[in-house]
């Protein structure tokens, strides 16, 4: 069988501020090319859906040291990474039949060679309503990050509240249900653009959520605190890490986990509250959720949170996540929805022609 | 006897920005007032030499949440608070007699009233090259912010290659001789104003102290941190702590100490690399050294410093302070050498008419 034609986006211009979308500096190209037959122990799969991630901006920013990237960056003429999920079509693996989904990185790109390595079979059960999406959002990269960085990095306990901004996000979401239906964390805040979004983060067992584009919104922050939070998980930086860096109690924890707030625009005003942290002796860490998977703890902890959705504590359901069908030239526009707060829950592209 | 008369510098304008020293704004007025006489086990205590320190300056910032300090704050109307190594005049206290030294907290005050309990008595050697200013200086609160600092909350090991800013600073050059000569780091980083300061920096056991004067100091920063470094001792914050944020190793720690370079200037520009806590998994701790006081521990680090002076590795010599003979008149004038870099070690006060 010859090779199978694609169409993939290509990294045409790093960018150094906004993603552009179109004109001559347009940050990705779409092209079409003929994939090479799969060799020994390689698949062809074609791709269902693709996963959104505030970290695909990161992975395609220019002048940064390669030395400080946790991930191989993708340079000028690559095809764009992603995590998406895929159907095998063609195998020459034994362990991945044709028909089997997958999760793996098949990039901006309607088909793709991978190593079967490179790809995790996966077993949607529509009983306990887990869809072929949750593998690349709630039992995927944002809730593995959700459970490691509370769990693991900042070290929740029942006795301790958090604070958890980007709330109604795919990370966040998770870290608002497992703080209070895993951890059993004694306040749960939610920071999120909306009221709409606000709801559904206190629908998911949050105590309060804050809109942060209320004109209010510090007082409502402040109120929300008031004596003061054990925990910050961060997923925004920017402003919203400044006014936490003030709600931080004493000897209290920051789980610095993103920084959309800052991605594009990195030179955007910085941050003025460092003071806090020397004098309220907060400790903070930053971490990389593939830390985890390479030491293989992803495993129990996806247990962890499969058991309280069967629990029903945990809710997935299709409020949790944002699934924009989606025509292969349009997949830049869907991602970058990530950087204008369109989405609740995981972001996804349903790949529609 | 009747009460002692005494000047004293009164806060009377909390400073936002540098502390002002005359006019109608002046931050701190010049008073005479006259002392109560010391009541039971209490002590009249007449002042030798002032403290000067970085964080005095945070004790007056105003509209600063009390709750988030570290300390009392000083409030208008207030004696200005400082250490300082006094004698004892006139005693109540069967534990202390006339003459005897005391490392205290005088404020700036030529005479004081004090309960005996926080009058520590201090034993100068002078055979051991240990004078009355050490007890302010590398035997008191900096050395032990330096000790607590480096072993206790990054926990230095001697595989580690450290970087110390403010490294010819009273904790500064403290952190330098103690990772050099009690923790055994392989490598040790200063950074210093000028030349001068660096070439003693060096003397003291850095490897290389990097001058952030010179036109070239990035570049001279990085190149004495190829490779990158598992610790950076921040007493700075600023600018230098924004590039230090790029030269930690990933899975570094940073010991947040100090802030000098904002102080006086919260509002100028904030920090831009906090990205970089995130991607290298970089640990953050803020720490207070009375932290470590409280818990007890200053006892074997005072001791573990002197056992390294007596035998010769750490160095206190008179080049390790800037002793400045200052009239009454001038306490403040003295203190703001700190912020304009005039020290060499301890920046010390003798009060002299």
Same mark, same amino acid.
């Given at each position: 069988m010859s090779g199978q034609q694609t169409r993939q986006w290509i990294l045409a211009n790093p960018p150094t501020k906004d993603p552009i979308l179109s004109g001559p500096n347009a940050t990705f190209n779409l092209e079409t090319t003929t994939l090479p037959s799969p060799g020994a122990n390689q698949v062809l799969v074609k791709t269902l859906y !693709?996963?959104? #991630? +505030? $970290?695909?901006?990161?992975?395609?920013? !220019?002048?940064? #040291? +390669? $030395?400080?990237?946790?991930?191989?960056?993708?340079t000028k003429g690559e095809v764009m990474r992603a995590f998406g999920v895929c159907e095998v079509v063609e195998s020459n693996a034994p362990n991945l039949k044709p028909g089997q989904l997958v999760s793996c990185v098949p990039g901006w790109?309607?088909?793709?060679?991978?190593?079967?390595?490179?790809?995790?079979?996966?077993?949607?059960?529509?009983?306990a309503g887990i869809r072929p999406t949750h593998f690349i959002g709630a039992l995927g990269g944002p809730g593995l990050t959700a459970y490691y960085g509370l769990v693991d990095v900042v070290r929740a306990q029942p006795e301790d509240a958090v604070v958890v901004s980007g709330a109604a996000g795919a990370t966040g979401n998770m870290v608002v249900q497992i703080a209070k239906h895993i951890v059993g964390c004694r306040r749960v805040i939610g920071i999120a653009g909306g009221e709409a979004k606000c709801r559904w983060v206190e629908s998911l067992g949050a105590d309060i959520c804050v809109d942060y584009k209320a004109p209010d919104f510090k007082e409502q922050l402040w109120?929300?605190?008031?004596?003061?939070?054990?925990?910050?998980?961060?997923?925004?930086?920017?402003?919203i890490l400044d006014l936490m860096l003030k709600r931080v109690k004493r000897f209290g924890?920051?789980?610095?986990?993103?920084?959309?707030?800052?991605?594009?625009?990195?030179?955007?005003?910085?941050?003025?509250?460092?003071?806090?942290?020397?004098?309220?002796?907060?400790?903070?860490?930053?971490?990389?959720?593939?830390?985890?998977?390479?030491?293989?703890?992803?495993?129990?902890?996806?247990?962890?949170?499969?058991?309280?959705?069967?629990?029903?504590?945990?809710?997935?359901g299709e409020d949790s996540e944002t699934v924009v069908p989606t025509r292969f030239e349009d997949v830049p526009k869907t991602w970058r929805m990530l950087f204008e707060g369109g989405n609740q829950g995981k972001l996804v592209t349903e790949i529609k022609g």
């Open positions: !693709l996963s959104n #991630d +505030p $970290a695909q901006r990161a992975w395609i920013q !220019l002048n940064t #040291d +390669p $030395a400080r990237l946790y991930t191989t960056p993708v790109s309607e088909y793709a060679v991978l190593d079967a390595k490179d790809c995790r079979p996966i077993q949607p059960d529509e009983k109120k929300a605190t008031e004596g003061f939070v054990e925990i910050y998980f961060d997923n925004v930086g920017g402003d924890r920051i789980a610095a986990c993103g920084a959309i707030a800052r991605y594009n625009d990195p030179e955007a005003g910085g941050l003025k509250n460092w003071m806090e942290i020397i004098v309220n002796r907060i400790e903070v860490r930053g971490f990389i959720v593939t830390d985890a998977i390479t030491a293989g703890k992803s495993g129990p902890m996806v247990q962890k949170i499969v058991e309280k959705i069967k629990e029903g504590k945990i809710k997935i």
